[in-house]
């Protein structure tokens, strides 16, 4: 990439505080774009991403609010559009794990949820990006979704649900806005070296520290938020100009066995 390809475009990046939403708003700030960062509750870490944006000589602000409420994803929006004006790229990243039981013993609470995280809130906050989006030469709208719509899991159905519920919609907002120039695309990661999934591996495997699982991995490594963050930037970039609707798994090829 350039360095400025994304000059003159503003972006938000839901859960950008921590992990691969911070690597994504690191990534599309080092191609010009400005950045805001979305946390719900965690404003240290946001504040911190927004500080190693800034000294790398990008420009960020943290913007708090959770996105699985109609009322508060639109006042997200508009708060961004009012500091920075629309927003040209959405990366709706923000997401919460489920505890791991089965369909019989899921609390129905929990289920709620996770659906509302995974597949109201990027609904709701493109919803209410789209009308400033269209008024841009351009619009990207990515979805971090999983691997886990491939593999479907047992023990996981209000991830797994929220999940294929999300690629539903980023399918069927490609075909909607295609005519407006918004393109919208699913980045799918495996296992990645970030404190949710060491939470999750310490639960499902009693591993410690990812980084031991390095050898045994594709490329001789565990995925590293970054390589979910440059795929992303690519498919933002001036670059991509033909890639539409379509779903990026990005996890060494371990899901095709």
Known sequence: MSGNSLQGRTALVTGGSRGIGRAICQFLAEEGAT???NYNRDSASADETVRLI?????????????VNDPDAAHKLVADVEAAFGPIS?????AGIASRGQSIEKTDPKELMNVLAV???????????????????????VIVISSVATKTLNARGAPYNMGKMAADAFAYTLAKEEKKNNIYANIVAPGLVDTDMGQRLMK????VDDLRALDAAMPFGHVCQPE???STVRFLV??????????????DGGQSDG
């Open 35 to 37: 950045v805001g960062v």
């Open 237 to 250: 970039s001036p670059a991509n100009t033909y890639v539409t609707g379509q779903k990026v798994f990005v």
């Open 203 to 206: 639960a499902t495997a009693g």
């Open 227 to 229: 390589e979910i963050a």
């Open 118 to 140: 995974h597949a109201m809130g990027p609904f709701f906050v493109t919803q209410a990006a789209l009308p400033g989006m269209r008024t841009c030469d351009r619009g990207d």
């Open 89 to 93: 790229i959405l990366v709706n990243n």
């Open 54 to 66: 800034e000294e790398a000589g990008g420009k960020a602000q943290s913007f708090g609010g959770s």
